[in-house]
């Protein structure tokens, strides 16, 4: 992939970078010449990105034309937005604080010139950031507040704004950057489109094991789908893809969520899509959706410091607990007797000011329904841990899980086959994993999971390849559908 620097003067450019041409904005994006060029990276260093200024043009057409452009719009609007662009940068709160700590002054200014700064002791947080926003000169403002140091503001930094004593490194800097070719082009082979998969190495019960990644990956290739995995250091890479498939556990306050908003802005295909996401995290949202729509529950209070009274009477004891944002069994708690339910309440509205009480319904074990683009595609039976109430324990020893058994679809009551996918729609048409409880002829949702887990000898006992098949195949169709849609198609 070649690279090119885009300026708003050529005359007035005074960083000679060896073998990296610079060209003017204007000629970039009039001149049919660079239109018709491909695997091409813009770095575009003009004095300004707003809105339908000359820059913020340079980035946009880049994106047109199948080109990679630092920044990209997504990065232009991030910057703009000092919300946006915190939630963006929490990530990097320990290394800022380590970094600053020496620092006695209320503000500090960071440069950062192709990822770097001139002194060392901010190397990792200059790195960090550059990978966050991904422009070739940066400025980041930091201020001291409340003993900590924040965000401030970030944005770019204006070639006739770098000072004369940091010309010299900032031409190393991007000699460096441009010799370790440090965004090199990825090898497509034969394959149409690429997939991201978003995965955690390092995470413990991740929602896909290792061979059902691979399983994953060789589906894809079949339907020449290139793959890679990516962690959550690769967060501004988004854009070198067509698709994101998340295979991380999700939440709202998390990196997860902040991949998913910004793959979707950058025009992928996402599943989990942010909205999927931030519905089936909160409990609290799922339970008011459900009743709204008249889908069966176990007997529900959604419970404040205000009518916590109420559960003995509307609901009884023993009855479950649940902190709205609880997954993977952690935050559902079991209170046996009043004094249990006094005191797990007291400590779940300490952490949130709603929490939810639902009747306990014992079985033997939970119909777990897998549902993709608002169609039934897998089905199981979670079952309980021996002598525990869940399907899963934990303890000092590690956790536990009941047996999980693989069951056609046709073999599913037509009950519970249809109220995982009505439930399931009312999300969106990702893929979910609904949790359902059948008592004789009754049959009531629990949760719907954006998320669910797909393990290698678990949910595929059953379908093997097929159900990776199925995931993949409706990737590929959004894709096509999308660049289909596009006008001109794809460059």
């Given at each position: 992939?070649?690279?090119?620097?885009?300026?708003?003067?050529?005359?007035?450019?005074?960083?000679?970078?060896?073998?990296?041409?610079?060209?003017?904005?204007?000629?970039?994006?009039?001149?049919?010449?660079?239109?018709?060029?491909?695997?091409?990276?813009?770095?575009?260093?003009?004095?300004?990105?707003?809105?339908?200024?000359?820059?913020?043009?340079?980035?946009?057409?880049?994106?047109?034309?199948?080109?990679?452009?630092?920044?990209?719009?997504?990065?232009?609007?991030?910057?703009?937005?000092?919300?946006?662009?915190?939630?963006?940068?929490?990530?990097?709160?320990?290394?800022?604080?380590?970094?600053?700590?020496?620092?006695?002054?209320?503000?500090?200014?960071?440069?950062?010139?192709?990822?770097?700064?001139?002194?060392?002791?901010?190397?990792?947080?200059?790195?960090?950031?550059?990978?966050?926003?991904?422009?070739?000169?940066?400025?980041?403002?930091?201020?001291?507040?409340?003993?900590?140091?924040?965000?401030?503001?970030?944005?770019?930094?204006?070639?006739?704004?770098?000072?004369?004593?940091?010309?010299?490194?900032?031409?190393?800097?991007?000699?460096?950057?441009?010799?370790?070719?440090?965004?090199?082009?990825?090898?497509?082979?034969?394959?149409?489109?690429?997939?991201?998969?978003?995965?955690?190495?390092?995470?413990?019960?991740?929602?896909?094991?290792?061979?059902?990644?691979?399983?994953?990956?060789?589906?894809?290739?079949?339907?020449?789908?290139?793959?890679?995995?990516?962690?959550?250091?690769?967060?501004?890479?988004?854009?070198?893809?067509?698709?994101?498939?998340?295979?991380?556990?999700?939440?709202?306050?998390?990196?997860?969520?902040?991949?998913?908003?910004?793959?979707?802005a950058e025009g992928l295909v996402v599943i989990d899509d942010p909205d999927s996401i931030a519905k089936?995290?909160?409990?609290?949202?799922?339970?008011?959706?459900?009743?709204?729509?008249?889908?069966?529950?176990?007997?529900?209070?959604?419970?404040?410091?205000?009518?916590?009274?109420?559960?003995?009477?509307?609901?009884?004891?023993?009855?479950?607990?649940?902190?709205?944002?609880?997954?993977?069994?952690?935050?559902?708690?079991k209170a046996e007797n009043v004094h249990e339910l006094e005191e797990q309440i007291e400590r779940l509205?300490?952490?949130?000011?709603?929490?939810?009480?639902?009747?306990?319904?014992?079985?033997?074990?939970?119909?777990?329904?897998?549902?993709?683009?608002?169609?039934?595609?897998?089905?199981?039976?979670?079952?309980?841990?021996?002598?525990?109430?869940?399907?899963?324990?934990?303890?000092?020893?590690?956790?536990?899980?009941?047996?999980?058994?693989?069951?056609?679809?046709?073999?599913?009551?037509?009950?519970?086959?249809?109220?995982?996918?009505?439930?399931?729609?009312?999300?969106?048409?990702?893929?979910?994993?609904?949790?359902?409880?059948?008592?004789?002829?009754?049959?009531?949702?629990?949760?719907?999971?954006?998320?669910?887990?797909?393990?290698?000898?678990?949910?595929?006992?059953?379908?093997?390849?097929?159900?990776?098949?199925?995931?993949?195949?409706?990737?590929?169709?959004?894709?096509?559908?999308?660049?289909?849609?596009?006008?001109?198609?794809?460059?």
């Open positions: 992939m070649s690279n090119l620097i885009v300026v708003d003067n050529p005359k007035t450019w005074s960083l000679h970078i060896a073998g990296v041409p610079v060209v003017a904005a204007r000629t970039y994006l009039t001149d049919p010449h660079y239109s018709e060029l491909r695997n091409l990276k813009v770095f575009n260093l003009c004095r300004s990105y707003r809105y339908q200024s000359t820059g913020y043009y340079v980035s946009l057409l880049a994106m047109a034309r199948g080109h990679r452009p630092l920044p990209s719009i997504t990065t232009i609007q991030d910057m703009k937005s000092m919300a946006i662009a915190r939630v963006v940068a929490e990530d990097l709160d320990d290394q800022v604080q380590y970094a600053l700590r020496p620092i006695k002054s209320p503000t500090f200014t960071l440069s950062i010139y192709f990822g770097e700064n001139l002194a060392k002791r901010y190397d990792d947080v200059s790195t960090r950031l550059f990978r966050l926003f991904q422009t070739p000169l940066l400025r980041a403002e930091f201020v001291h507040e409340e003993d900590e140091w924040r965000l401030g503001g970030i944005g770019p930094i204006a070639a006739s704004e770098i000072p004369e004593a940091h010309q010299a490194f900032v031409v190393e800097a991007a000699t460096r950057f441009f010799a370790q070719n440090r965004f090199p082009a990825r090898v497509r082979d034969q394959s149409q489109y690429d997939l991201a998969i978003l995965h955690n190495p390092e995470e413990p019960t991740p929602p896909s094991d290792a061979r059902a990644l691979q399983r994953f990956a060789q589906a894809a290739r079949r339907y020449r789908l290139g793959v890679e995995f990516i962690t959550r250091e690769d967060f501004a890479r988004l854009a070198e893809f067509d698709a994101l498939f998340i295979r991380e556990t999700t939440a709202v306050n998390h990196h997860t969520y902040r991949f998913a908003r910004r793959a979707l089936c995290s909160n409990k609290v949202y799922l339970t008011e959706l459900l009743a709204r729509h008249n889908i069966p529950l176990p007997r529900t209070l959604i419970v404040h410091r205000e009518n916590r009274n109420r559960v003995i009477h509307d609901i009884g004891v023993p009855c479950i607990l649940k902190q709205p944002d609880s997954s993977f069994s952690q935050g559902v708690l509205l300490d952490k949130s000011d709603l929490v939810i009480a639902q009747e306990f319904v014992p079985t033997d074990y939970d119909w777990r329904i897998g549902v993709l683009n608002r169609q039934a595609l897998f089905a199981c039976r979670y079952y309980m841990v021996k002598k525990h109430w869940q399907i899963a324990q934990s303890d000092l020893n590690g956790t536990r899980y009941g047996e999980t058994e693989a069951v056609p679809l046709e073999q599913v009551p037509h009950d519970v086959l249809n109220m995982a996918v009505r439930a399931a729609r009312l999300i969106g048409d990702g893929l979910y994993g609904v949790d359902l409880k059948q008592i004789g002829s009754k049959v009531y949702v629990i949760e719907v999971n954006d998320n669910p887990n797909i393990d290698a000898g678990c949910e595929d006992r059953f379908l093997k390849s097929g159900l990776y098949e199925q995931i993949i195949r409706v990737f590929v169709a959004r894709i096509q559908q999308k660049w289909n849609g596009a006008a001109g198609g794809r460059a």
